[in-house]
């Protein structure tokens, strides 16, 4: 196992990551960005190459990050100074000198580990434990001065918005999940009106939701705490993949984008969750309480920015209902200190 450097370095040659690499093998993985997975050996140890093409990957482009938000996390040295709860698997990375478009990150095989890809709900202990490792992951950054700004806040809002399914048309890309951003978001306002009154002005100039946003604590943000990206380690740690779109911003921000794209799989009430964080961060000595109801009910409706457009395709049901609720309630925080 490479051990990992007090900076580490990004290697300026894919090949070079490569190095001593057999027994190749394409995966099958759950992601629907467009990149590739390859299990391979070296010195017989398992491990996984992820490659990050710019030129075949809709969310990189979205991003915006030269080589990507993994890649600069590494440089900065972040991933080095996780908190023990976090298992990061990567243990070096790459972007090519001489195709820019490309980076490659070379990782320890977790996938036993990792949440399996079904539809039923995850064990309510485990639940519990990525609430609390998140947690401990916004405790560690909590308003740090170092430079955590990676993907602005701009661009981790507008990742699934109308300006990222037009850019991709544009470029003549067919990626899934662009083209049903494309569909979604028009559906909103004959599906939801009362949502869709607050969050359509957003989706396409966020600026009062990030000013609001910005008045309250920040920390590091993951950007992408989904189960999928998830899984516990024989030592109880939280592995945690895909760094999509991390910077800084509102420790509810993952919060609320847990809730949204797991919903399906959460074993106890979007209430209980929300409680479960929030009693997470007080363990860790984050006061909570000048803060909180603000800076909650504008993260849920930053999760409808970034989601409203799936909620719309699935119709309106008590998931869409729940999401609107919380949207109205939240409009009167735009612009001001309520």
């Not at 890649?71 to 100074?81: A, K, P, Q, S």
């Not at 661009?155 to 109308?162: G, K, N």
């Not at 997470?280 to 999760?303: I, N």
Request: charged share 25%.
């Amino acid at each position: 196992m490479p051990d990992l450097p007090d900076q580490p370095d990004v290697l300026d040659s894919v090949d070079q990551l490569l190095a001593g690499v057999t027994d190749r093998e394409v995966l099958e993985a759950p992601g629907k960005s467009g990149a590739v997975l390859e299990r391979v050996r070296i010195d017989g140890e398992p491990y996984v190459v992820k490659y990050l093409d710019h030129d075949n990957d809709w969310s990189l482009r979205a991003a915006g990050v030269p080589g990507s938000a993994t890649v600069e996390l590494w440089r900065r040295g972040i991933l080095h100074d996780l908190p023990d709860e976090i298992a990061q698997p990567i243990v070096a990375v790459a972007h090519d000198a001489r195709r820019p478009a490309l980076s490659a990150l070379l990782m320890h095989d977790v996938g036993a580990w990792l949440v399996p890809a079904v539809d039923d709900p995850i064990p309510v202990e485990q639940n519990a434990r990525f609430l609390d490792h998140l947690a401990a992951l916004h405790a560690a950054f909590w308003e740090t001065g170092r430079d955590i700004d990676v993907v602005s806040p701009e661009d981790r809002y507008l990742e699934l918005s109308p300006r990222m399914a037009a850019a991709e048309a544009a470029l003549g890309q067919d990626h899934l999940v662009p083209r049903l951003v494309a569909q979604g978001w028009p559906l909103l306002e004959s599906v939801a009106p009362k949502a869709a009154a607050v969050v359509v002005p957003l989706v396409h100039e966020p600026g009062p939701l990030l000013a609001a946003l910005a008045t309250t604590p920040q920390t590091l943000v993951h950007g992408n705490w989904k189960l999928d990206n998830l899984g516990t380690d024989p030592a109880g740690r939280t592995i945690l993949l895909d760094w999509e779109t991390p910077g800084r911003g509102a420790g509810t921000a993952d919060l609320a984008w847990y809730l949204a794209i797991n919903c399906r799989r959460l074993p106890v009430s979007k209430e209980e969750t929300i409680d479960l964080y929030r009693a997470a961060l007080e363990r860790r000595g984050v006061a909570t309480d000048p803060w909180w109801d603000r800076q909650l009910d504008l993260a849920l409706l930053g999760a409808m920015v970034q989601f409203g457009w799936e909620k719309a395709l699935g119709g309106y049901d008590d998931e869409l209902a729940w999401w609107e609720e919380r949207v109205v309630r939240a409009a009167a925080r735009l612009g001001g200190v309520g």
